[in-house]
């Protein structure tokens, strides 16, 4: 049995991740949890919205599955979800985006996995004023090191080698920002000089955008820095259904987190409507991480029939006329 902390969130998490070991049990996941929590969860039981037995349990076991969190607004808190993946280096956000049968969406054929490079460019939160008495001028720095673009590119080429995938797709603005996405472009095209059989790509961050919801097929495996894998991710997402049906993992060389990136949606927490399709997704880039491909696989045929089915079992969210319950259900059903 692999030990694995579990991070219920806030709001639907505890729904959304009830649904997903009920599921994983059902296709006899071989896994103990370990739950913990974190959010604002976390921070109305102890005062603080990271606690510290928290980070001990992820730095003990290694691998963790979060549901979405809440970080307590005015308390000075920054977001926990970017503390957690700074507290572990866990450098390499992955986040798939692949049509699904009979999720509404005008996109059809998507099949990319975006890499975001989860620990430098503006993300570090280095900002000043330039005049402290009158706050009316703001600096960010972003900070791109060679060391962490070659981790994370080497990450996105090795993923497309081990997944049989054919094109990495580097995604920068050194036309402009000449220093810091222009090492990124340049550590990039020397680590594609190692992966000779893998077709290599460089666009324009505009550009990208514009390619993606004219010809989003053309894409297989996406690399990129923090601010614009961000936002090219939920992109992606968009593209397939939104991010309600789209899983994400954050691995690092010694820890390993996978989430469910949308938000805690208080409105319809406890009412048995939300969809856990999100935490499901994630769960399956766990269980392939923990080597268990054959579980992951049976779970996601699972999936793909139940979207088949939809109108009696699924969410509202997504088409359906069903509950959290009744999805689980089917898709335990059809493992």
Same mark, same amino acid.
């Given at each position: 049995?692999?030990?694995?902390?579990?991070?219920?969130?806030?709001?639907?998490?505890?729904?959304?991740?009830?649904?997903?070991?009920?599921?994983?049990?059902?296709?006899?996941?071989?896994?103990?949890?370990?739950?913990?929590?974190?959010?604002?969860?976390?921070?109305?039981?102890?005062?603080?919205?990271?606690?510290?037995?928290?980070?001990?349990?992820?730095?003990?076991?290694?691998?963790?599955?979060?549901?979405?969190?809440?970080?307590?607004?005015?308390?000075?808190?920054?977001?926990?979800?970017?503390?957690?993946?700074?507290?572990?280096?866990?450098?390499?956000?992955?986040?798939?985006?692949?049509?699904?049968?009979?999720?509404?969406?005008?996109?059809?054929?998507?099949?990319?996995?975006?890499?975001?490079?989860? +620990?430098?460019?503006?993300? =570090? *939160?280095?900002?000043?004023?330039?005049? &402290?008495?009158?706050?009316?001028? $703001?600096?960010? /720095? !972003?900070?791109?090191?060679?060391?962490?673009?070659?981790?994370?590119?080497?990450?996105?080429?090795?993923?497309?080698?081990?997944?049989?995938?054919?094109?990495?797709?580097?995604?920068?603005?050194?036309?402009?920002?000449?220093?810091?996405?222009?090492?990124?472009?340049?550590?990039?095209?020397?680590?594609?000089?190692?992966?000779?059989?893998?077709?290599?790509?460089?666009?324009?961050?505009?550009?990208?955008?514009?390619?993606?919801?004219?010809?989003?097929?053309?894409?297989?495996?996406?690399?990129?820095?923090?601010?614009?894998?961000?936002?090219?991710?939920?992109?992606?997402?968009?593209?397939?259904?939104?991010?309600?049906? +789209?899983?994400?993992?954050? =691995? *690092?060389?010694?820890?390993?987190?996978? &989430?469910?990136?949308?938000?805690? $949606?208080?409105? /319809? !927490?406890?009412?048995?409507?939300?969809?856990?399709?999100?935490?499901?997704?994630?769960?399956?880039?766990?269980?392939?991480?923990?080597?268990?491909?054959?579980?992951?696989?049976?779970?996601?045929?699972?999936?793909?029939?139940?979207?088949?089915?939809?109108?009696?079992?699924?969410?509202?969210?997504?088409?359906?006329?069903?509950?959290?319950?009744?999805?689980?259900?089917?898709?335990?059903?059809?493992?």
């Amino acid at each position: 049995m692999k030990k694995i902390v579990l991070i219920p969130g806030d709001g639907i998490g505890v729904e959304i991740t009830e649904s997903v070991k009920t599921i994983l049990k059902k296709a006899e996941a071989p896994i103990e949890w370990i739950e913990k929590t974190a959010g604002l969860t976390a921070y109305q039981k102890t005062g603080n919205p990271l606690p510290e037995d928290t980070i001990q349990a992820i730095e003990k076991h290694r691998v963790a599955l979060k549901g979405p969190l809440t970080t307590p607004v005015g308390t000075g808190f920054r977001s926990v979800n970017v503390g957690l993946r700074q507290q572990f280096r866990l450098y390499s956000n992955i986040r798939p985006a692949i049509t699904l049968p009979n999720i509404d969406s005008p996109f059809k054929g998507v099949d990319m996995v975006i890499f975001r490079e989860n +620990t430098q460019g503006l993300y =570090i *939160g280095k900002e000043q004023w330039v005049n &402290e008495e009158q706050k009316d001028h $703001a600096e960010s /720095i !972003a900070v791109v090191t060679e060391e962490a673009s070659r981790k994370i590119i080497t990450a996105a080429f090795e993923y497309a080698r081990n997944q049989n995938r054919k094109k990495v797709t580097l995604v920068h603005k050194a036309n402009i920002l000449k220093f810091t996405t222009g090492l990124f472009l340049e550590v990039g095209r020397k680590v594609a000089t190692d992966y000779e059989e893998i077709e290599f790509e460089d666009l324009i961050v505009d550009n990208m955008a514009m390619q993606m919801v004219m010809r989003p097929k053309r894409f297989d495996v996406v690399v990129t820095t923090n601010l614009f894998g961000d936002i090219l991710s939920d992109l992606a997402s968009g593209l397939v259904g939104g991010l309600g049906v +789209t899983g994400a993992a954050n =691995i *690092g060389d010694n820890a390993a987190m996978f &989430e469910a990136v949308h938000g805690s $949606a208080p409105d /319809i !927490a406890g009412q048995n409507k939300a969809n856990p399709l999100a935490l499901l997704f994630s769960s399956l880039m766990m269980l392939e991480h923990i080597g268990e491909k054959q579980t992951a696989e049976t779970i996601r045929r699972a999936i793909y029939q139940t979207l088949v089915e939809r109108k009696v079992y699924c969410t509202p969210d997504i088409g359906g006329e069903g509950t959290t319950s009744t999805f689980t259900q089917a898709i335990c059903d059809n493992i």
